[in-house]
């Protein structure tokens, strides 16, 4: 991907790869604690039925009682794996 | 500069198998504006739906990162899996689009434009930190000469020489780069 660039076109260039908002960057950049937090929830989901009962009756306001608080990926892959379990 | 901002595509990659958070972070820093470019200048989508394809695509690049059979090729596999996401957007159903290179005609335009962009920004990288920061703050987010001379404390007079100054570096090196190739297939 190599040609020559007069210095107009470097501008226009370097115009295009504008900075992604910040919150989406921290948020991509947070997966690998949410995938942590994702595992413990559904770990203790299954060991625990009365958790699993809360998480499914609603979601948001168990994982809010016991003090996780998830992204909204998070809560959604979370939703579809307890459906499908 | 990082230390993990030196690293290839590849070593990258292998730190991030491993289970490296602060290598994970440096990837999607790394990709984040190819990403978003690809959503809105490729695909033109809305700021919602490229939020969307945003997290998405980093999500299952995450998820999925196993499966990635050449660690080099972390680019292509990232544009593709930004393409297809796009185009499930702009579908605007939840499913995912069948694999096929040859159907994502929507934004192919652009996409060698953003390919070329990202090979420039590469190049950036080989610059001093000053030049970096000038010739991002500039050109990627459009700040005037008067915030560029307040925020890094340099006399608003010398703004446009430093920009052109580090651009001829830039061009330079990118010259630099097309006889390194050249040379390379002779």
């Known amino acids: 991907m190599t040609r020559s660039h007069d210095e107009e076109r470097l501008g226009e260039l370097l115009r295009l790869l504008r900075p992604a908002p910040e919150a989406w960057v921290r948020a991509a950049q947070e997966l690998p604690f949410a995938r942590r937090t994702f595992d413990e929830i559904v770990a203790r989901a299954e060991a625990d039925l009365e958790f699993r009962a809360a998480l499914i009756a609603d979601l948001e306001a168990a994982l809010q009682q016991q003090g996780y608080e998830p992204g909204r990926r998070v809560v959604d892959e979370l939703r579809k794996r307890l459906t499908e379990s | 500069m990082n230390q993990l901002s030196t690293l290839t595509d590849a070593e990258l990659v292998q730190r991030c198998r491993a289970g490296d958070s602060d290598a994970w972070g440096e990837l999607v820093e790394r990709y984040s504006r190819y990403v978003y470019a690809i959503c809105v200048r490729g695909f033109r989508l809305s700021e919602e739906d490229a939020d969307d394809v945003f997290q998405d695509v980093f999500t299952r690049a995450f998820m999925r990162l196993e499966t990635l059979r050449d660690d080099s090729a972390l680019r292509p596999w ?9 185009l499930d957007a702009i579908s605007g159903g939840g499913r995912e689009q069948p694999i096929d290179e040859t159907s994502t005609e929507v934004g192919t335009a652009g996409m060698e434009e953003i390919d070329e962009a990202f090979a420039v920004r590469e190049a950036i990288a080989t610059l001093s930190d000053a030049c970096q920061e000038i010739l991002d703050r500039f050109f990627a987010q459009d700040q005037s000469y008067r915030t560029i001379s307040d925020e890094l404390d340099i006399p608003a007079g010398t703004i446009a020489s430093r920009i052109a100054r580090c651009l001829r570096k830039l061009r330079d090196e990118l010259e ?8 390379s297939r002779d």
Do not use: H, M, V
């Not at chain 2, 630099?176 to 040379?183: C, K, L, P």
């Open chain 2, 176 to 183: 630099g780069r097309n006889d390194a190739s050249e040379g």
């Open chain 2, 78 to 86: 990232i544009a593709q899996l930004t393409r297809r996401r796009c």
